[in-house]
């Protein structure tokens, strides 16, 4: 007698993906954001584990919109959970779907609209002689500003930095958040940005978690160059100590933030905001707002990208 053997079928999908450099337009600079541009048959738990794979900030799966009269329907994971928002998957979005021919344009300005899980997205891709030169977006925001924050002393201590370090006029600490709260700490120096070391221990032991933050936004005014307004940097409890992460998601919160204090007046205002340095990925983002003194607030964030990787995944 012939022993019965079992065979399985194994059918293996071949998923073409892209990763962009965002909000730089030097290679290997930026946040680095893959795509997946036709993910409609991806499961969810399928797209967690690929976005675990490729261990980036934020893999960005597009999906066929719920409506037709819109762009795509976006799905955006870290390595380790599904994120409502980050803004510089928008950008990567917009610049591959244009740049690989997903999507044709021919205006000088062009609307995308994106579906994101809980809001809709209204990008814009500018053509320059034909070709894309930025992408910006909008949101309005309902922020929440807490001005009551530990005492300049226990920030100190908490950002590894002196108190003569931290800035209290005109800028001050504030809690902001648009969706996600952050502890936003100005400082008087790019060094100081730079120097700051995370204590987890003073963190818990301080009030700061009380107000929901769970990261800490450094911001100055005090850059390396003329025409770039701010400097920032992210630190916190899930971040590495020698990690210096996208803001991008931050920056709705960063604008609802300035617009806090007294001295900036209702208007208009446009800042060039740079995260990290030549050694950690340097980005700039063009930040706008449109304060006008009321509950909400119109933030458009905006910048470059540059393509950088083209492949096949082969997902069983």
Request: proline residues 5%; aromatic residues 8%; contains cysteine.
């Amino acid at each position: 007698m012939h022993p019965i053997h079992s065979h399985t079928t194994i059918i293996t999908m071949h998923k073409k993906y892209y990763t962009a450099d965002v909000f730089t337009r030097e290679l290997f600079s930026g946040a680095q954001i893959a795509v997946f541009p036709n993910a409609g048959n991806l499961s969810q738990s399928k797209m967690q584990q690929i976005a675990q794979e490729l261990n980036l900030s934020e893999t960005a799966f597009i999906l066929s919109p719920d409506q037709s009269n819109h762009t795509r329907r976006i799905r955006i994971f870290s390595p380790t959970r599904e994120i409502d928002f980050a803004g510089h998957v928008i950008l990567a979005v917009g610049y591959i779907l244009v740049e690989t021919g997903e999507i044709a344009l021919s205006e000088k300005e062009n609307q995308l609209v994106f579906e994101l899980n809980r809001q809709l997205i209204t990008a814009h891709a500018i053509l320059d002689d034909g070709k894309l030169n930025s992408v910006d977006f909008s949101v309005c925001v309902n922020p929440i500003v807490d001005r009551f924050v530990p005492p300049v002393d226990e920030l100190a201590d908490i950002i590894g930095l002196s108190v003569s370090d931290i800035e209290t006029k005109p800028l001050m600490p504030r809690m902001v958040s648009t969706g996600y709260p952050y502890l936003i700490i100005p400082v008087k120096s790019y060094a100081a940005v730079r120097k700051a070391v995370f204590n987890f221990n003073l963190w818990s032991a301080s009030l700061a978690p009380s107000t929901a933050a769970q990261e800490i936004l450094l911001v100055t005014s005090h850059t390396n160059q003329p025409t770039i307004d701010f400097h920032t940097r992210l630190i916190g409890a899930g971040i590495g100590l020698h990690e210096d992460p996208p803001v991008g998601a931050a920056m709705p919160a960063f604008a609802a933030y300035l617009s806090s204090h007294e001295h900036v007046r209702p208007g208009r205002y446009a800042y060039s905001v740079e995260r990290g340095t030549v050694d950690t990925r340097q980005s700039l983002l063009n930040v706008e707002m449109d304060h006008q003194g009321s509950d909400e607030l119109l933030v458009r964030l905006g910048g470059q990208a540059v393509l950088v990787t083209e492949g096949i995944m082969n997902i069983g």
